[in-house]
């Protein structure tokens, strides 16, 4: 089956996935699994931690994995549609993994492709593995989603992450907070999908007003290109910062998470509190994508 | 006496679009390529109307519209009629109706979605009809503003 975007996935689909990559723990031997199969890891934006975590999952299940990091060289550089990409490489592998700077272009190669299709990424679309393994980490720290007080920080219009993992989190009883500048708030039709399915939005400007209630404070990056001077970019980069003074401020059990990579989002000092989950769930990366693999490759179109 | 009004004859075979929201026939117009069409076309723009206070009505000689023509039309009007003319007479009579997927007539609002780039026709989902949902198949974006191909 192909894994496209989060708002086709069903609640039972998601715990499934992240009941099965609870089995695929590190340490133990997965090599029979995927014996003998071939993954195409197909990175035309190169990402180069979903790639590796993708390949060391392919690897563990005992398959093979080829593909490229950036489309130099490849005859995409030379003019040739995606279309004909898919065509000609779904004939040689067993599952493709993509990222495209083009949103939607996962979807068009899971229609053309007669094996499944994983989005790595497409454009600030989706990245619905991201969105598993959040999702793990969460379940892994507090056992149920129901609850929980969720602040999504950061670039929240942009961003690839805060809207698909908002979008899964809906399944559940959970109140979320966005904490942004107002020209990279979260999109309003995004708000009234949230708000149909029952979830509780709040928006705030600041991370002091919200942190104190927050379970999880899931931060993303800023990127200086959303903005229109450099002037404007400096005044917003320090106001979402998550250091000492906001964790003395946070729930002793709150846990910080980050797609990662970081800029200064979240300040080194940080790093030793034992809140800080980031490099767990960047971690956790390897397990959720070999379930997801396992049961893309297993479960066939 | 002279004859001061001109009578809008009847169509011996053909379509007759009706109930088309006041001043929006011109883009229908425009959409079937009627502004190019060898045969017979009346427009009749703000009519009255007791059900829409203004309508407009498309009277067009030896046509019948095909299914995209007839999305056409109920994307720019989902209120309207197609009434199909034979002899002098309405034939058969049908609301205009979405279908559940729109393909190939609009384009998507997202700059960045795919289908601007691939040799691939846009397709969009009828979220809601009324007011008018479309979702992009591949992008996922909703579509505030509707632009036709």
Redesign the interface.
Known sequence: MDFI?T?SMSKDLIEEILKSAKRFEPKKDFSQTLRGKVLATLFFEPSTRTQFSFQSAMERLGGNVLGFSTIEGTSVKKGE???DTIRIISGYVDAIVMR??????A??AADISPVPVINAG??S??HPTQTLLDLFTIKNNFKEFDGLDIGICGDLRYGRTGRPLSIALSNWRVKLHYISPPQLSMDG?TIKFLRDKGVQVKEVLKMEDAIKELDVLYMTRIQQERFPTEEEYLKFKGVYVVDKRIMSMAKEDMIVMHPLPRVDEIAIEVDDDPRAKYFEQARNGVPVRMAVLNRAITDSK | MIEKTLKVQKIEEGTVIDHIVGGKGWEVVRLLGLDTYPGTVTLLSNVSSKSLGKKDIIKVEKKQLDKQEVSKVALVSPKASVNLIKDFEVKKKYKVELPEEIVGILKCS?P?????????QSRFTVEAKDPLTLR???????QTKLEFN
């Open positions: 975007s708002r549609t995606l279309v495209h700077s083009k949103e939607g272009a979807k068009l497409d454009g679309h989706d039709g | 997202n960045v979605c795919v289908t601007h780039f691939e040799p691939v992009c198949v591949y992008c996922e974006r909703i």
